[in-house]
């Protein structure tokens, strides 16, 4: 299949190096002509692992290529619109501004044939708004919905061995059968693999998404929700994900208590989704959902107020060491990310915070240059009063509490993600404290 893919961040880039590594020719557009000009010279604009590796035997194929033209695309016959989606500035929904771009910059390019794709998280209704949107100018290329559900740290593997692969085709024979018929084409490696296909109608599409990404927050708040129970009364969280994990009604995957949900996804999804039930008038079915949103925000304060209680108090002239700022390990990104959101309230109140990430420090330098950043834990922990684990990289994991006591001022360690062995670390000298556990 030849195919054109629009936007190029951690959702296209990794679509068309993976998509032209099972034999599609690909092209991937994006406005960013930095962003482009490195894509083609097999650069990464972000830590994903995996990427460069499929990135650069794409491009060796001679089957990729990125550019900022649209009408290079009037060479592809299914064009996949992988543009962000953002919350809006100023309210709940999510902003379509760059949907709407990438389909009116389409729009001249299109031949009637073609086949046009959504896998951007849209609110639902999007997609029958689009197919008027490309009437209305003149166009009678076929539209489907084909949401993605890649984890980022994972996206290769997931764009190449999906869990699901979902399609939502037009109401019309004709133009399903043609949508079909190209999405069948392009998953061809999966569909062999037996990957399970699910197929409906736009909305439904459309809302599997918003479904799929609300449980998950709701899992996590949920058993974030339970460790505020855990802290007033002594119990163990961690314990209590184990037992109730073990119920395969109920699984063990997205138990894990911390200081919650953050990133490119989560966050404002399940707010795009309840402004979308708003419009439609049911905000009761997801008013749920707005707990979801404060348990999760509140495990943040939360963790700003152990620091506190834990440096008597006031944060002035305090040292505080944060391991971790992207929103989850093996990721650079720090979009809605928890562990930059307590670091950056804890310098705001007049603590010294130094940061490190292995893989964000250049990010967090760009974004927030009030906040200092060290190479290593090591030298973010030098002289620090309290050191706070707020992103479970395994570096950090792995740290010698005996090693790491050495340079402290105060061995104290709040572990925000429940990742270390409180009593290896209580051994080496240390006050630990974590999030739901005694
Ligand atoms: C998510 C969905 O998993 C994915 O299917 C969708 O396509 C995009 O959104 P992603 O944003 O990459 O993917 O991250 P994910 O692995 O889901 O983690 C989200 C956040 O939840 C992270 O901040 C992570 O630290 C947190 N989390 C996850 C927990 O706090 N506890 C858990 O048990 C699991």
Request: proline share 5%; net charge negative; with cysteine.
């Amino acid at each position: 299949m030849r195919i054109s893919i629009i936007g190029c961040g951690y959702l296209g880039a990794v679509y068309a190096a993976s998509m032209a590594s099972i034999g599609h020719d690909v092209l991937g557009l994006d406005v960013d002509q930095d962003k482009i000009d490195g894509l083609n010279q097999g650069r990464a604009p972000f830590h994903e692992p995996g990427f460069d590796k499929v990135l650069a035997q794409s491009l060796e194929s001679g089957r990729l290529r990125f550019s900022t033209e649209y009408a290079d695309a009037a060479d592809y016959e299914a064009h996949v619109i992988c543009v962000g989606t953002p919350q809006q500035v100023d309210a709940a929904g999510a902003d379509l501004t760059y949907v709407h771009a990438a389909v009116d910059s389409l729009i001249p390019h299109l031949s009637d044939s073609d086949v046009v794709l959504g896998r951007s998280t849209v609110p639902v209704g999007t997609a029958s708004s689009l197919v008027e949107r490309l009437r209305a100018a003149g166009s009678q290329a076929v539209l489907a919905w084909n949401p993605e559900f890649l984890r980022e740290g994972f996206a290769v593997k997931d764009t190449l061995h999906p869990d699901r692969l979902v399609y939502g085709l037009p109401e019309d024979p004709a133009e399903a059968a043609r949508a079909r018929e190209v999405l069948d084409a392009m998953y061809a490696p999966m569909l062999e693999a037996e990957t399970p296909l699910v197929v409906g109608n736009y909305a439904t599409a459309e809302l599997v998404k918003g479904a799929a990404n609300s449980f998950l927050a709701t899992k996590i708040s949920f058993i974030n929700a339970v460790a505020e129970v855990c802290e007033a009364t002594g119990a163990d969280v961690s314990v209590i994900a184990e037992a109730i994990g073990l119920d395969d009604r109920i699984g063990p995957k997205f138990l894990r208590a911390g200081i919650g949900f953050g990133g490119g996804c989560l966050p404002k999804d399940i707010r795009a989704f309840m402004a979308r039930a708003g419009e439609l008038g049911v905000t009761e079915a997801l008013g749920f959902l707005r707990e979801v949103d404060h348990v999760n925000n509140r495990r943040r304060d939360h963790v700003v107020n152990m620091a506190r209680k834990a440096l008597d108090g006031s944060f002035t002239g305090k040292r505080i060491a944060v391991l971790g700022a992207a929103f989850k390990p093996d990721s650079d990104d720090t979009r809605q990310s928890p562990a930059l959101y307590i670091a950056s309230k804890l310098s705001g109140r007049g603590a010294d915070v130094v940061v490190t990430d292995p893989a964000a420090n250049q990010r967090v330098h760009a974004e927030r240059p009030n906040l200092a950043i060290a190479e290593d834990a090591y030298a973010a922990a030098t002289g620090a009063d309290i050191v706070l684990l707020l992103t479970e990289w395994q570096q950090f994991k792995d740290l010698d509490p005996v090693k790491l006591r050495e340079v402290v001022t105060t061995p104290h360690m709040i572990d925000g993600r429940n990742v270390l062995d409180p009593a290896q670390w209580r051994e080496a000298g240390w006050t630990y404290q974590s999030m739901g556990r005694p």
